[in-house]
């Protein structure tokens, strides 16, 4: 079994965001960056596919040289090599290119990959390697089951949830409760150190969007907060009222 | 202008996202067509008739009775191709974040994902994005002709039924091949007769501060009364507590409610991900520091276990049960 894993360098969740100043992206200073949290699902399920059907788990990201990091995290839980394609990203659909170009050669069986980066939330990376790679893929997978070249896969949507049988090879974009993934162990950081990163060139064609401007969301919140003072029926009264008179959502 | 809305159903019925998208499209100003992907279109189209649209354009095959999404992915860029669609705007909704992404790369076109906003300023045609767990936002540009965004559910109302208009009506011969069906879902299972809170106008959501499934009781009761959702923390869905279905926040669904009402969470981070684009949010917290009280509309510091009941007997008051 061969199995890729595309993961993505992303600034941690609980980092505070600035605008820099061309008003266009982040001010990366004093940002601690992780690998995607979704990632991780990927290549926690990538890692019991190869221990349970042989084979090999290829990590790929794209970005620039600090990108290797995140590599670096996915060879400590286990992963065998990484390939660093080294390009900008302007958007997705670059991204999506540039993996697409890397991975083509590879002959994957497998690709796995998380939902969705936290940076951008954009949930379009898989669909578009879909497309890109010509291969079927599903998203959001919370069950991941496979037979010789059949795979099925359980998807969350609204209410419920898909039951999807896909032939392989396929995408896959993990989603939290595909499985509990690992912390790497001492032992293995130490041995990721020893393990290859081939780098590439990206060549993307030109972006297909624009930030016109980033902002952060301005908060018009009403803000009445108020305590019960001992007395949670005219509390809850009020609060209802408010609802009520004031929002008129009730 | 030419706006495709692409009308995803489910059981039949349109779903609520695509109404929406109709209004974000008519919003825009421009002719406005609908593209139905089914493998039996009738009663979709029946439906659409009255969406006060200009067109109606479906692509049609047996197979297509589940969702595939290569072939439906096919079918709706032929149905943009033959609409010579400016704009093809698609509800934000699992399938539809599928879709876009793919009908963008077929169509060579810009895609702006989950949109919070869209308009135009001198001729450009704009669109807000959410980025960083929602702690900034892009307003964003597509610079192809072509250009494809998905609508967040829950921003944009659905138009009133019944303004009906003459639609024409089309059909796209799609050439599918068998290598666009070597997916498709088999099954759907939904959970029993529950609201699901990415589609509930109304959420009521528990935290660790209930202390545990056993108090669910007095969630369910509010819910019931507000004739909402229910929704929940991670902590909670780690715990056991309630499934994952309900979690709430970026590990979770993201929601747009109308109403929010956050009850003994402290309101971290990622959960904030997932709801802080609620019209308006309401905390029940002890702990007046608690950081969901920073985004609250409204919110009551005291002990969750006290106020529950009586805003329950009261909510049933004011909506007259
Ligand atoms: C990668 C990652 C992803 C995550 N994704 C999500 C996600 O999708 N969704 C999510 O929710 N979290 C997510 N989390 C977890 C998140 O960081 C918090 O741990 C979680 O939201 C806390 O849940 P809570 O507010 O219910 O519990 P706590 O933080 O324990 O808060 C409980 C609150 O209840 C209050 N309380 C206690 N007793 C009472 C009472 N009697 N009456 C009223 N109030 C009371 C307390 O004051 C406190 O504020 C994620 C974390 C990580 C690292």
């Known amino acids: ?103 083509k050669p590879l002959n994957a069986d497998l690709i796995l990959l998380g939902k969705q980066s936290i940076d951008f939330d954009g949930m379009e990376i898989a669909p578009m390697l879909s497309e890109l790679l010509n291969l079927p893929a599903v998203t959001v997978a919370v069950a991941l089951n496979i037979e010789d070249t059949k795979a099925t896969v359980e998807k969350e949507v609204e209410g419920g949830r898909e039951v999807i049988e896909i032939d392989l090879p396929c995408i896959i974009a993990a989603q939290k409760g595909l499985n509990d993934p690992r912390y790497p162990s001492l ?8 393990k290859p990163i081939a780098e590439v060139q990206g060549a993307p064609s030109a972006a297909r969007t624009e930030v016109v401007q980033m902002t952060k969301p301005e908060k018009k919140r009403a803000n009445k907060i108020f305590k019960t003072d001992g007395n949670a029926t005219h509390a809850a009264q009020e609060l209802a009222r408010m609802l009520h008179e004031d929002a008129k959502v009730i | 202008m030419n706006i495709l809305v692409y009308l995803e159903d489910r059981n039949g019925q349109i779903r609520k996202p ?28 029946e439906q659409a008739k009255s969406l006060n649209v200009s067109s109606v354009i479906v692509a049609s095959d047996a197979r297509l009775t589940n969702y595939s999404s290569r072939a439906f992915g096919r079918a709706l860029a032929a149905i943009a191709k033959e609409a010579k669609a400016d704009v093809i705007i698609i509800g934000a909704t699992g399938r539809g974040k599928d879709l876009a992404p793919r009908v963008a790369v077929r169509l060579e076109a810009g895609y702006v994902p989950e949109i919070t906003a869209l308009s135009i300023d001198g001729g450009e045609i704009l669109a807000t994005h959410p980025v960083y767990a929602g702690k900034a936002q892009m307003v964003m540009k597509v610079t192809t002709p072509i250009k494809v965004f998905s609508t967040r559910p829950n921003l944009w ?54 202390r545990g499934p056993e108090n669910w009781p007095l969630i369910e009761d509010l819910a019931q009364a507000f004739g909402a959702a229910t929704g929940a923390s991670r902590a909670v869905v780690d715990a056991g507590w309630r499934p994952h279905s309900e979690q709430v926040g970026q590990t979770g669904k993201t929601v747009s409610p109308t109403l929010y009402v956050a009850v003994g969470i402290s309101g971290a981070v990622q ?43 009261e909510i049933k008051k004011l909506r007259g049960h």
């Open chain 1, 1 to 103: 079994m061969n199995i890729i894993v595309c993961v993505s360098h992303v600034p941690d969740t609980t980092t505070r965001i600035n605008v820099a100043g061309d008003a266009k992206s982040i001010d990366a200073a004093g940002v601690k960056f992780i690998l995607n949290p979704y990632d991780e699902f990927a290549v926690e399920e990538a890692l019991r596919l190869r221990d349970k059907l042989k084979g090999e788990v290829t990590v790929v990201t794209v970005g620039a040289d600090n990108a290797k990091e995140a590599l670096r995290q996915a060879l400590a839980m286990g992963a065998d090599k990484g390939v660093l394609v080294k390009g900008e990203k302007k958007d997705s659909w670059q991204v999506a290119e540039m993996l697409a170009t890397a991975i």
């Open chain 1, 187 to 194: 032992p293995n950081i130490m041995k990721a150190k020893q």
């Open chain 2, 18 to 45: 695509s109404l929406e998208a109709i209004s974000a499209a008519h919003a825009l100003g421009g002719t406005v067509s609908v593209a139905i992907v089914a493998a039996d279109a009738s009663a979709l189209i």
């Open chain 2, 157 to 210: 109302k659905a138009p009133k039924d019944g303004v009906t208009g003459e639609p024409t009506m089309q059909n796209v011969a799609v050439d599918w091949s068998d290598a666009d069906f070597k997916e498709h879902t088999k099954d759907l299972v939904l959970s029993q007769g529950k609201l699901d809170v990415a589609e509930a106008d109304i959420i009521v959501s528990g935290g660790r501060g209930l």
């Open chain 2, 271 to 313: 959960h904030l991900a997932g709801m802080s684009s609620a019209k308006t949010i309401v905390a029940i917290n002890k702990d007046e520091n608690a950081p969901i009280f920073s985004i609250a509309d409204y919110g009551i510091i005291g002990d969750a276990f006290e106020i529950l009941p009586p805003l329950t007997e």
